[in-house]
């Protein structure tokens, strides 16, 4: 029996959001045949034998009248089963115009103010017939490869200077006070988390650090990402997918929020949330567009110091 799972998301983080779930799927199934919006996620999830296969999808999937473009794709498949994380009366038809015998989706036209946590556990729970299905799981690597990154043994920091969007950043003057103050209070090594739009920034930090204990992994690629984030020993930084790694590779993060709704960091007991100050988390969202320089590097300090 051929199980498909259809993640309608295109941000890695957001994808990522989903493991646990995925995992409970090919728990009951065995390895599923996952569909993503996402071009990079193959890469993130590429040790992990819960999949069989995860396929990019990068059409057909934006107009209603695509639906039957979308329907000859999924018959390629042939699934018995697929479970959609997404309330779209588009992927429901389409499915069901490919001759899927057992379709699970969210209830249609629920699309407001879909909470993701909430809603994919509930959906997972109803769907398997479970209770309490877990929100975070074990995020799978190749412990062996893995051990090709160990650097050197100082405690690995890694910072998420990168993000989403402009208005989810702490900014890179924050996080090189942050590097300045860390150096001051002990032996740390860095890695710089962004990708090749945010080089400029990382080479700012780079060459105002005096110590040689910083490094970009702006040209690397996410599968190997992947693995610097194992060796690292805490995540401080953006709401950005890595965090959502760390996270459920046990590790403690820190995730600054600034314009992104709780949702993104309220499922793991390793989230850990450094929010401005007099400002409710449940009145951060999308569009909200606080000031980066109202959390301090002293508040960050505060929050960490046990960890370090």
């Known amino acids: 029996m051929k199980t498909g799972i259809f993640l309608s998301y295109r941000g890695l983080g957001a994808n990522l959001l989903h493991l646990a779930y995925c995992h409970q799927i090919a728990k009951k199934f065995g390895p599923v045949s996952l ?6 996620l193959d890469k993130a999830l590429k040790d992990d034998p819960s999949f069989k296969e995860i396929i990019y999808l990068d059409k057909f999937h934006k107009k209603f009248f695509d639906l039957f473009k979308m329907s000859n794709f999924l018959k390629k498949f042939d699934f018995e089963s697929i479970f959609i994380f997404y309330p779209s009366l588009r992927h429901y038809l389409s ?7 057992n379709i699970y989706h969210y209830p249609l036209f629920k699309k407001k103010n879909l909470h993701l946590v909430k809603a994919a556990k509930k959906f997972t729970e109803i769907s398997l017939d479970i209770e309490n299905c877990p929100t975070e799981t074990k995020f799978v690597i190749n412990d062996l490869k893995a051990k090709q990154f160990k650097k050197n043994d100082l405690k690995k920091i890694i910072l998420g200077i990168s993000s989403s969007g402009p208005t989810t950043k702490w900014g890179y003057l924050n996080y090189l006070s942050l590097i300045k103050k860390l150096n001051s ?6 890695y710089l988390l962004c990708g090749p739009d945010d080089q400029n ?12 204990n910083c490094e970009s ?5 996410i599968a190997e990402i992947i693995y610097y984030i194992h060796s690292s020993d805490i995540f401080i930084g953006n709401d950005s997918f890595g965090h959502h790694v760390s996270s459920q590779m046990n590790k403690p993060s820190f995730i600054i929020l600034l314009d992104s709704p709780k949702a993104y960091s309220d499922y793991s007991i390793n989230q850990k949330r450094i929010i401005p100050p007099n400002i409710k988390i449940d009145n951060i969202s999308h569009g909200s567009n606080l000031d ?8 960050v300090l505060d929050k960490i110091k046990k960890f370090i």
Do not use: H, R, W
Request: charged residues 20%.
């Open 35 to 40: 569909i993503t919006l996402c071009p990079n």
């Open 201 to 212: 920034e990382a080479n700012q930090i780079i060459n105002q650090i005096n110590k040689k």
């Open 95 to 101: 499915s069901k115009l490919a001759g899927i015998k």
């Open 185 to 190: 209070l002990g032996e740390f090594y860095f």
């Open 292 to 299: 980066p320089n109202s959390i301090t590097v002293e508040m």
């Open 217 to 221: 992994l702006a040209s690397k690629d």
